[in-house]
């Protein structure tokens, strides 16, 4: 393991440090989200509902980096940052953006992948 925590595959067995599989990029900024939705209470208080989710970004990654991370777009393993401060390994579905940042120079700028359905291995 290089510095990286987060890791990524599609059995737990065989899941990979970013910084071995984006050796170039590595680990990516996680933002993690405890509910997938919020309701608004009368009382003003926001109720989380849903499940856990979470975003990875990265400013660049090359064509290959993104189209490595493509592969793994559908049911996978993760182990990311939470809220708690602590890595944790999850099941999730890893979303592609709808609509991809754009692409320069052999660079995919801004790349933001959400997983949702979270659960806790």
Avoid at 52 to 81: F, I, P, S
Wanted: charged content about 20%.
């Amino acid at each position: 393991m290089a510095g990286s925590q987060v890791m990524i595959g599609t059995t737990e067995a065989g899941m990979q440090f970013m910084d071995d599989l984006l050796p170039d990029t590595g680990e990516p900024r996680t933002f993690p989200v405890d509910y997938s939705q919020f309701v608004e209470l009368g009382s003003g208080v926001r109720l989380g509902q849903g499940w856990l989710r979470c975003t990875w970004h990265w400013d660049v990654l090359t064509e290959t980096e993104r189209n490595t991370l493509y592969a793994y777009a559908g049911t996978v393993y993760v182990k990311t940052l939470g809220n708690n401060g602590t890595y944790t390994t999850y099941t999730a579905l890893m979303v592609w953006p709808e609509k991809e940042p754009e692409h320069f120079a052999d660079r995919v700028l801004d790349l933001t992948i959400e997983f949702r359905q979270m659960v806790a291995v």
